[in-house]
């Protein structure tokens, strides 16, 4: 326990007298690294976890949350198993759905393309309307209207418009176990934009029955897809479909795009190790600027200790002076931190004015604006850590201080 005399004396030391200047220029240097440090380290994680959130609702507007979905990729009776999944506790929507890879031609463009068969209507529901549609309509998909809408940047490269014609060339197995090209012609009923490359680039709908048709589904479908109320949900969800249904496999979406998101958290995870050096710098410099201190103070040292204090009050008063310098740096690099994340969608247009250029140009990123998402619990673990760090700073210059020789420093005075 602290007692008054300890915080008072530990606090008094942090006034600089006119000898010790540089002794306090190094303590303000290392508050401010403490801050410097919490505050990029919020900033920089808000502003990643923003960039995640944009990512995963840009791979889910052309992608449901989860799937179940039959033995060899292939489903039967998929009315009922749809029943069954939109009646489960947590889905808002299923769908049916048949994907199948291949290229499509225009031209003499040939370009590789993933279809996806859907039903328009059960679509537009699992989407909850974040399919967007540049040019055309989805409802021009209809059973054997061989019609197909296409991703953005695939209609670029390719070169073509709604009413121009393209032709796919789908592999599809026969008997003896070979694959043998299936060519079919349709016409572009529409092009959308995810807002993501590999969907933009890749990614083309035709209506379910005509994809089932090219692939020899039949009146089958690859799997059946369903859209969550809360999509960190859907992995669960998916989990107990598996296991409360008799002959399905389920996916989620933290499965199909497992890349993109470990890409994400090893770069967060770098970040934050070399973000966290700036505060490990201001712990050495707050170790320096305190043995500096105890170098200085060692008469007064000697003079408590003389009037009765004991080490372990010696090791709290200076535990009180590097406490204060880091905490204090803690709790404005906290503030700091979360005034600049939950407003840098308006800083970053003021910093484009001034320095004359764009961060995030349109032409070059999906993402023109800086996104950000705070998570409180990141904030407490950040605020935490810099607390302890700082504190097990002051620890060392501490206890040489309680080793003080009273005897020894007041010999010659």
């Known amino acids: 326990m602290i007692k008054a005399v300890e915080l008072f004396v530990g606090l008094r030391y942090l006034r600089a007298k006119r000898r010790t200047r540089f002794v306090s220029f190094i303590t303000l240097i290392s508050l401010l690294g403490v801050a410097l440090g919490v505050a990029a380290l919020i900033v920089i994680l808000s502003v990643m976890n923003g960039f995640e959130g944009e990512l995963r609702g840009r791979l889910l507007s052309m992608s449901a949350h989860g799937s179940v979905s039959g033995a060899d990729n292939r489903t039967r009776d998929w009315p009922a198993l ?60 209809t059973n054997g209207g061989r019609n197909i809408v296409l991703g953005r940047l695939l209609a670029y490269t390719i070169g073509v418009r709604p009413g121009d014609a393209v032709v796919l060339l789908i592999p599809r197995p026969v008997g003896d176990g070979t694959m043998q090209p299936k060519l079919e012609r349709f016409i ?4 959308f934009e995810a807002g993501l490359q590999d969907h933009d680039a890749s990614l083309a709908l035709v209506h379910l029955a005509d994809a089932a048709r090219i692939v020899g589904l039949g009146d089958d479908v690859s799997a059946v897809r369903f859209r969550a109320e809360d999509v960190m949900q859907a992995p669960a969800i998916a989990r107990r479909l598996s296991g409360r249904l008799d002959g399905v496999q389920s996916s989620d979406w933290t499965i199909e795009n497992e890349s993109y998101f470990r890409a994400i958290r090893l770069e967060k995870m770098m970040m934050s190790l070399i973000l966290s050096l700036i505060i490990g710098v201001a712990a050495f410099n707050i170790v320096a600027s305190l043995v500096m201190v105890v170098t200085d103070k060692t008469n007064d040292i ?17 535990f009180v002076q590097g406490a ?50 705070i998570r409180w619990w990141q904030v407490a673990a950040i605020s935490s850590a810099a607390f302890v760090l ?5 620890l060392y210059p501490a206890r040489r201080a309680a080793l003080v020789n009273p005897a020894a420093a007041l010999r010659y005075e």
Do not use: C
């Open 390 to 394: 700082t504190s097990l700073a002051t």
């Open 188 to 191: 572009v009923a529409g092009i």
């Open 302 to 318: 000697a003079v408590l200790r003389t009037l009765g204090m004991r080490p372990n009050g010696v090791v709290r008063v200076f």
């Open 324 to 373: 204060a310098i880091g905490w204090a740096g803690v709790i404005i690099g906290s503030v700091l931190g979360l005034v600049v994340a939950l407003y840098v969608t308006d800083i970053a247009p003021v910093l484009e004015r001034l320095l004359g250029f764009q961060i995030m140009p349109g032409d070059v990123y999906y993402v023109t604006d800086i996104p950000s998402e």
């Open 82 to 141: 749809a029943a069954e999944v939109a009646a489960e506790p947590g889905v808002l929507a299923a769908a049916p759905f048949v994907s199948m890879e291949g290229m499509i031609q225009s031209g003499r463009t040939l370009e590789p393309v993933i279809v996806h068969g859907i039903d328009p209507k059960r679509e537009m529901a699992l989407a909850d309307g974040r399919l967007d549609i540049v040019e055309g309509q989805l409802d021009g998909l």
